[in-house]
């Protein structure tokens, strides 16, 4: 089934004399359970395009549904992962009160937030690091801490934006690697933006192209095996 339909999506930032055409106009749908990427060069409308969909910044036009539901504002069942870790986290909550934190507008009661704040942070390797403070974690920790905020939601849609771009060759493919295996096991829809070709062959088993802005779909792949490493 389709988890994700946009629709004709455009967003421009400014009007007038300084108005700039960030998104033109682009369609396309992500099925249930896909790893997609999107890749293209910088300032090509990435961040713009994924920030429209997760109703963080009004569309000038067009629409995004989400299993059928047209989003207006940020969807409940929609995570988010940005590239800066460092800014996402709250520095003075522990990792598992960081992870906790979104679960309080969700009408679990505590004790089973506590829960899933603790699957959340096994399924990333950081059980060990539940009563530490972010600052005490390295860069690749904090951005494991924001991945595992994000699916201890269980969203039906998480959305990642340069996750890894700010953390050492290393960590990214660990990082990479635990995605992967996250979304397989959870059967987690993920939409994710990289400038990155590489990264997106070996985490996707689809992957969008776009052209430099003003943004087109130039290539729409699937990818049938997952790339390996050497
Ligand atoms: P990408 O993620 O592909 O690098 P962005 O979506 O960040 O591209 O940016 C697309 C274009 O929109 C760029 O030309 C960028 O400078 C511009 N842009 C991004 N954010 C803003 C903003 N808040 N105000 C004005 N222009 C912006
Ligand atoms: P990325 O390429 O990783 O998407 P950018 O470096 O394009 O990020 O943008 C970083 C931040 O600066 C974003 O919040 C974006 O909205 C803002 N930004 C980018 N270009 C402009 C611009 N021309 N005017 C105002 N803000 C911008």
Redesign the pocket.
């Known amino acids: 089934s389709t988890m994700l339909e946009v629709s004709g999506l455009s967003h421009r930032?400014?009007s007038g004399e300084s108005a700039?055409v960030?998104?033109n106009e682009l369609s396309f749908t992500v099925e249930t359970g896909q790893l997609a990427c999107i890749v293209?060069?910088?300032?090509?409308?990435?961040?713009?395009?994924?920030?429209a969909i997760a109703g963080l910044i009004p569309p000038t036009a067009g629409t995004v549904s989400l299993h059928g539901d047209r989003v207006t504002s940020v969807p409940d069942d929609l995570a988010v992962v940005f590239q800066d870790y460092s800014r996402s986290l709250f520095p003075w909550l522990s990792v598992a009160k960081n992870v906790e934190f979104p679960l309080r507008w969700s009408k679990l009661d505590k004790a089973t937030r506590r829960a899933r704040a603790a699957e959340a942070l096994a399924a990333v390797g950081l059980s060990a690091a539940e009563s530490k403070y972010p600052w005490q974690l390295s860069g690749g920790m904090q951005q494991r801490v924001s991945i595992a905020r994000a699916l201890a939601s269980r969203p039906a849609l998480l959305l990642m934006?340069?996750p890894f771009a700010s953390v050492d060759a290393q960590t990214r493919f660990e990082l990479e690697d635990l995605l992967r295996r996250v979304q397989v096991e959870q059967g987690t829809t993920v939409l994710l933006?990289t400038?990155d070709i590489d990264e997106s062959v070996y985490l996707g088993d689809r992957v969008l192209v776009?052209s430099k802005?003003p943004?087109r779909i130039v290539a729409d792949l699937k990818v049938d095996l997952p790339a390996q490493r050497d």
């Open positions: 930032y400014g700039h960030a998104v293209g060069p910088s300032g090509c409308g990435k961040s713009t395009l994924l920030r934006d340069e933006v400038h776009l802005s943004a």
